[in-house]
């Protein structure tokens, strides 16, 4: 089974090739775009596990954008107790959904 673990948007993640994730917005891409990941910490790749130092040159990984949308609400309510003091915000998160199409040990032809 070939994964790796990757740097994006300040997360880690571990992903498969043909799976779906969610990362922070790339304000860059557009729908039907492609992505590569280059800052690669963990590759598991064939029979092999390497490991960075701090990222494994030479390896990519090659995503599709899907589409961007915004996480559910999260409600900030901040309260002074005895002042009579209340506030309520909210806030939606942008993330861009990406599909894995490969993980590689060459240098991707861009």
């Given at each position: 089974m070939t994964y790796a673990i990757i740097e994006a948007g300040g997360?880690?993640?571990r992903i498969e090739v043909g799976?779906?994730?969610d990362i922070d917005y790339v304000p860059q891409s557009k729908p039907e775009a492609q992505l590569f990941f280059q800052r690669i910490l963990l590759l598991s790749y064939q029979t092999e596990t390497i490991f960075g130092k701090p990222w494994i040159p030479g390896s990519y990984v090659r995503a599709k954008v899907l589409y961007h949308f915004q996480k559910k609400k999260v409600r900030v309510y901040k309260m002074q107790p005895k002042k009579k003091t209340r506030k309520l915000q909210g806030h939606r998160q942008l993330q861009t959904r990406i599909y894995i199409e490969a993980i590689g040990m060459a240098s991707p032809q861009i």
């Open positions: 997360h880690q993640l799976r779906f994730y």
